[in-house]
């Protein structure tokens, strides 16, 4: 069976399966896109599926209120290995529509690249899944199990909460989240690491109500000055995330991530410093990183000559694997409480917290993904961190404490997921396919 020739036959398929899906408005969230089309996405995923041997493809409702998509195909032997299969399909909200070169919602190819939300982060993963399977065809060695979500984006954790209470149904040898990608297009990798978060809003409050700056500031205590200033002991002069209580000292042992080719995946403009004393591997992957996401404040246009009574701010907080969400939430908000200067009053309140991840990798599944990535891609498996949080492989970790979960997936830094401009190498959708169809023979 030649499954590369199988797989560049296919791609024809993919880019029709691929504009049908980014056409439905995935967002699960119906004050922004009607529910319907998440409805409409999940049962897409079932009838696609069913098409390939999943007969018993079906909508689950989950705690959220988002349908996930399970069902199981049968190699025909009791005793091969089971491979659960994950991806989502819902997407991030587009942001601004005028930022966008291509229509969000209409599966564009330009410069070599397929654009539009969630043709990477995560559409192109069920894509690559159903390529893989296709590709493989009657001759499947090992039993397989799915589930794909519909609410990753929200972090509402409808799956995570269905999967606890239907462990039986999802228990597999091993469980490939296909929600993350490559170091680069052509190079392979795996994700080991994620890293948690804690999210926060701090508010500062200094006085009953705005106050005439002439007549009363230079003494009246100043909410917004009081924040900024407390935000700014976060970071050392160097950029390093400085959260008393916790380690910023800790560095990485997986494959590094060149401060240049950070530079480009980034944008940073020129002449601007990248943050921290570590490597760029360290400050992503290994240490927290405390991000300022928004502030409450007068805008510019509109604002008085007045001192601010009341202020806030959202703050994301990332921690690398080994630092525990509550030990962390509970540093930042001491943190937070003992740098608002002027005895100003200060409330943080958190809205969410996510555990860390760390993969066990020197099971026969990382082995067979080696050596399928290896003959897909003809470049040797990388290993990698990423610095964002999915909640659901802790879950699946303590359900499943002997499984080997493998992260991988087509997205990659030009992807640019959760951005306008959403885009999808195509080339990296027929590799993966053909590393999974690959990983699925050698694992048997």
């Given at each position: 069976?030649?499954?590369?020739?199988?797989?560049?036959?296919l791609?024809?398929?993919?880019?029709?399966?691929?504009?049908?899906?980014?056409?439905?408005?995935?967002?699960?969230?119906?004050?922004?896109?009607?529910?319907?089309?998440?409805?409409?996405?999940?049962?897409?995923?079932?009838?696609?599926?069913?098409?390939?041997?999943?007969?018993?493809?079906?909508?689950?409702?989950?705690?959220?209120?988002?349908?996930?998509?399970?069902?199981?195909?049968?190699?025909?032997?009791?005793?091969?290995?089971?491979?659960?299969?994950?991806?989502?399909?819902?997407?991030?909200?587009?942001?601004?529509?005028?930022?966008?070169?291509?229509?969000?919602?209409?599966?564009?190819?330009?410069?070599?690249?397929?654009?539009?939300?969630?043709?990477a982060?995560?559409?192109?993963?069920?894509?690559?899944?159903?390529?893989?399977?296709?590709?493989?065809?009657?001759?499947?060695?090992?039993?397989?199990?799915?589930?794909?979500?519909?609410?990753?984006?929200?972090?509402t954790?409808?799956?995570?909460?269905?999967?606890?209470?239907?462990?039986?149904?999802?228990?597999?040898?091993?469980?490939?989240?296909c929600?993350?990608?490559?170091?680069?297009?052509?190079?392979?990798?795996?994700?080991?690491?994620?890293?948690?978060?804690?999210?926060?809003?701090?508010?500062?409050?200094?006085?009953?109500?705005?106050?005439?700056?002439?007549?009363?500031?230079?003494?009246?205590?100043?909410?917004?000055?009081?924040?900024?200033?407390?935000?700014a002991?976060?970071?050392?002069?160097?950029?390093?995330?400085?959260?008393?209580?916790?380690?910023?000292?800790?560095?990485?042992?997986g494959?590094?991530?060149?401060?240049?080719?950070?530079r480009?995946?980034?944008?940073?403009l020129?002449?601007?410093?990248?943050?921290?004393?570590?490597?760029?591997?360290?400050?992503?992957?290994?240490?927290?990183?405390?991000?300022?996401?928004?502030?409450?404040?007068?805008?510019?246009?509109?604002?008085?000559a007045?001192?601010?009574?009341?202020?806030?701010?959202?703050?994301?907080?990332?921690?690398?694997?080994g630092?525990?969400?509550?030990?962390?939430?509970?540093?930042?908000?001491?943190?937070?409480?003992?740098?608002?200067p002027?005895?100003?009053?200060?409330?943080?309140?958190?809205?969410?917290?996510?555990?860390?991840?760390?993969?066990?990798?020197?099971?026969?599944?990382?082995?067979?993904?080696?050596?399928?990535?290896?003959?897909?891609?003809?470049?040797?498996?990388?290993?990698?961190?990423?610095?964002?949080?999915?909640?659901?492989?802790?879950v699946?970790?303590?359900l499943?404490?002997?499984?080997?979960?493998?992260?991988?997936?087509?997205?990659?830094?030009?992807?640019?997921?959760?951005?306008?401009?959403?885009?999808?190498?195509p080339?990296?959708?027929?590799?993966?396919?053909?590393?999974?169809?690959?990983f699925?023979?050698?694992?048997?």
């Amino acid at each position: 069976m030649d499954l590369r020739r199988s797989i560049a036959d296919l791609m024809p398929t993919a880019w029709d399966e691929l504009s049908d899906l980014v056409a439905l408005r995935s967002v699960a969230d119906p004050r922004q896109f009607p529910a319907e089309e998440c409805e409409r996405a999940a049962q897409w995923v079932v009838d696609r599926f069913t098409g390939v041997g999943f007969a018993d493809a079906r909508l689950e409702p989950t705690p959220d209120g988002s349908m996930a998509v399970v069902g199981s195909r049968s190699c025909g032997r009791a005793d091969a290995p089971t491979v659960l299969l994950y991806a989502h399909y819902d997407v991030q909200p587009p942001l601004d529509d005028q930022a966008w070169r291509t229509p969000p919602f209409e599966l564009t190819a330009t410069e070599g690249r397929w654009y539009g939300r969630g043709s990477a982060d995560c559409k192109g993963n069920i894509v690559m899944h159903l390529a893989a399977l296709r590709a493989l065809g009657d001759d499947l060695p090992v039993n397989l199990k799915l589930v794909v979500e519909g609410s990753e984006e929200q972090g509402t954790g409808g799956l995570e909460a269905y999967v606890t209470e239907h462990a039986d149904q999802l228990r597999a040898d091993a469980i490939l989240v296909c929600d993350t990608g490559n170091a680069a297009v052509g190079h392979p990798a795996v994700t080991v690491s994620l890293r948690g978060m804690v999210n926060v809003v701090v508010t500062t409050e200094s006085s009953t109500s705005e106050l005439h700056s002439g007549m009363f500031g230079g003494a009246a205590p100043d909410a917004l000055a009081a924040l900024v200033a407390a935000l700014a002991t976060l970071r050392d002069a160097r950029g390093n995330t400085v959260v008393t209580g916790l380690d910023s000292t800790r560095t990485w042992s997986g494959a590094p991530y060149p401060p240049e080719q950070f530079r480009s995946d980034a944008g940073v403009l020129d002449g601007v410093e990248l943050l921290g004393d570590g490597s760029v591997s360290d400050m992503l992957w290994a240490r927290p990183a405390v991000t300022i996401l928004g502030i409450d404040c007068p805008p510019v246009v509109g604002s008085a000559a007045a001192v601010v009574p009341r202020a806030a701010a959202r703050l994301n907080l990332r921690i690398p694997p080994g630092v525990s969400p509550d030990a962390a939430r509970d540093a930042l908000v001491a943190h937070l409480e003992a740098a608002v200067p002027w005895g100003v009053r200060c409330m943080v309140e958190t809205e969410a917290t996510g555990s860390p991840f760390a993969a066990a990798t020197d099971g026969p599944a990382y082995r067979a993904m080696a050596t399928a990535m290896q003959e897909a891609y003809g470049v040797a498996m990388s290993r990698l961190g990423q610095g964002g949080s999915i909640p659901l492989c802790n879950v699946l970790a303590e359900l499943y404490p002997d499984a080997e979960i493998v992260l991988m997936g087509v997205e990659e830094p030009l992807a640019l997921i959760h951005a306008p401009n959403e885009s999808v190498d195509p080339s990296e959708i027929a590799s993966m396919a053909l590393a999974e169809a690959l990983f699925l023979q050698h694992y048997a």
